[in-house]
């Protein structure tokens, strides 16, 4: 904390928003003078101020020095303030932080943030929105990236055993009256892809355990390699199914040419929606993840009871087949199948985790 208020009052402020400790008593170097803390070194300033806690009686200048000297430390820093002398520090600092609706226009337009109140606790929010949003930018890639490679690779093969590229002229075909089965299909997948899916993932409102979670640091990449992993191994499960119903699924299923268009394409589009499931944070209470996220449900739902309207009342005008019991059973089962593996792996790192902080004692995050 950095505050123009003399050095009693500065230390009661910090006490009393959990700054400093007083359990374990003030250290020294703690609590610095701004002047004192203007008159050091520079090698002084880069030795003590990981101990500093607060800095009283300080100015702007003493604010932009302590900036300088944590980003030389290597630190990522954020700065509050809302007056125009506070631009440089908020230019300075890794992200700069504007307070109050009547914050000077010069600091705004510094700052990275502009926060409309002069309440603290707004700062937390706003961490949590945009740790929120970064979990859900990453969800939506880690699905997309999964269903892209996976009718990438599809087509590619589709095509090369067919002799020839497919063509498809949905504009024209739509002009004439006259829309194409495979158009119709591949809008289908598209729209759930595209619009739905996108929706689903990127709803999420964050919670406060996202505050607990550890900091990302700005080097490492968008795409982890857990995100990788799960990417490709989900990838090649979905290639090999679908390749292995299209050329292979009339002898396993004993059923006509139709009936097995019709079921690669209903698990293909259960692909995708268990891949949601797969892309996103398990639930452990089911019930309150259904009450807490009541639209993702509805989306998914409304992909659900549209899947189900293609396949059995529109199968004549898709170029569909009606399925019995049995094979919407072998659809699902095929598609939950790295859903299931995922939860088990879940389940697998929360218990393991959980023992782990049992015996240390320590409560869990």
Avoid at 63 to 76: R, T
Avoid at 92 to 115: L, N, R, T
Avoid at 145 to 171: C, H, K, R
Avoid at 278 to 302: P, S, Y
Wanted: with cysteine; aromatic share 10%.
């Amino acid at each position: 904390m950095i505050t123009a208020d003399d050095m009693s009052t500065a230390e009661a402020m910090a006490i009393e928003c959990g700054i400093i400790d007083l359990s374990q008593g003030i250290a020294t170097g703690e609590v610095v003078d701004g002047e004192e803390f203007r008159n050091w070194t520079d090698d002084e300033r880069t030795e003590k101020v990981n101990k500093i806690r607060v800095i009283a009686r300080a100015s702007h200048l003493h604010k932009l020095l302590m900036v300088q000297c944590l980003k030389h430390k290597g630190h990522e820093v954020a700065v509050t303030g809302d007056s125009t002398k506070d631009a440089t520090a908020f230019r300075e600092a890794s992200v700069g932080i504007s307070m109050g609706i009547q914050s000077a226009d010069m600091a705004k337009m510094s700052s990275d943030v502009v926060i409309l109140d002069k309440d603290f606790v707004s700062v937390v929010k706003v961490l949590r929105c945009g740790r929120g949003i970064f979990i859900n930018f990453q969800t939506f890639t880690q699905f997309q990236l999964t269903v892209s490679i996976v009718l990438l690779v599809i087509d590619f093969v589709t095509a090369i055993s067919a002799g020839e590229p497919p063509t498809i002229n949905i504009v024209a075909a739509t002009s004439t009256g006259k829309v194409s089965y495979a158009s119709l299909q591949l809008l289908w997948v598209k729209l759930v892809m595209g619009t739905l899916a996108a929706l689903a993932t990127t709803i999420e409102q964050p919670t406060t355990s996202v505050m607990q979670k550890p900091l990302i640091n700005r080097t490492e990449p968008f795409i982890t390699n857990i995100m990788w992993r799960d990417i490709l191994t989900q990838a090649l499960y979905q290639i090999t199914i679908l390749l292995t119903i299209q050329f292979q699924g009339e002898s396993i299923f004993s059923v006509n040419t139709k009936v097995k268009d019709t079921l690669a394409f209903n698990t293909l589009v259960l692909f995708q929606i268990f891949t949601i499931f797969n892309a996103r944070k398990f639930e452990r209470n089911i019930v309150e993840g259904i009450q807490r996220k009541k639209l993702f449900w509805g989306i998914i739902g409304i992909i659900i009871v549209l899947q189900v309207a293609m396949v059995e009342l529109l199968k004549t005008f898709a170029h569909l087949e009606r399925l019995s019991w049995g094979q919407w059973g072998t659809c699902i089962g095929i598609a939950a199948v790295p859903w299931f593996i995922g939860w088990l792996s879940s389940t697998y790192q929360f218990l393991k985790k959980h023992f782990s902080y049992m015996h240390s004692g320590k409560k869990i995050p």
